[in-house]
């Protein structure tokens, strides 16, 4: 009788911490993605801006740039921006960071689930409309790769539309592992139309601590007129 029991709890235990990424909808999200991820946004609009304690913002930049592909390379391209109502010039510093940026696209995200990722979903059993489509909703967590080599950990929701298993809307709170930087939630809404798979907005807050002083910084982005990158 004791080693029933014993048995019995090892299997509630393997229950209670069984993976849902092998779930049809999931299956269905991963296959949608996978067949996507090639998109780059020929347009992308960046609004930053820096958060007060009341979450009002201020110092608000908006900048807008293009991509385009030259010699098989993606060549990023500025097209005028403004801060506090007035120009910024080619030459600013988050321009020239922006478009330093490698713009290729990326096959890396929790859909595809990369052996270094170490995630985890599970299907919650809620439901609810989000942006006007039936949806489940699926929490995750995990660590993705950092640039520099350290793993980043990460936890999240992702609601799914019912019928086809499309990703519709995430939430998504990464804590890097880098001095200054506290934690950085993304919000990420995504469309899908004629079988076409993108981001169409993401939203971010990054909470920063030095020498005492909070500060939170806003980057609210859109993405258009997307075009299919070759490899």
Do not use: H
């Amino acid at each position: 009788m004791k080693k029933y029991f014993i048995i019995l709890l090892l299997v509630s235990a393997a229950f209670l911490m069984a993976d849902d990424q092998a779930d049809e909808l999931w299956q269905k999200a991963q296959a949608i993605a996978q067949a996507n991820w090639r998109w780059v946004a020929g347009e992308m609009e960046l609004n930053v801006s820096a958060l007060d304690d009341d979450n009002s913002e201020m110092m608000a930049s908006s900048l807008m740039f293009s991509f385009e592909l030259e010699d098989g390379e993606i060549a990023g391209y500025y097209d005028g921006g403004t801060r506090s109502g007035d120009l910024i010039p080619e030459s600013d510093q988050m321009v020239q960071g922006m478009l330093s940026q490698d713009m290729s696209p990326d096959s890396s995200s929790i859909f595809f689930n990369n052996a270094d990722w170490t995630l985890e979903v599970t299907k919650t059993g809620v439901t609810d409309k989000v942006l006007k489509q039936n949806c489940a909703e699926f929490t995750f967590k995990g660590e993705r790769p950092g640039e520099d080599g350290k793993p980043i950990p990460m936890e999240g929701k992702v609601w799914l539309a019912l019928d086809t298993g499309v990703p519709v809307y995430m939430e998504q709170t990464m804590f890097p592992p880098v001095d200054m930087v506290k934690r950085i939630d993304n919000k990420i809404t995504y469309q899908y139309k004629n079988d076409i798979f993108t981001v169409k907005k993401l939203d971010t807050i990054t909470a920063v601590e030095a020498m005492g002083q909070k500060v939170k910084m806003k980057n609210a982005v859109k993405f258009k007129k997307y075009w299919w990158f070759e490899i």
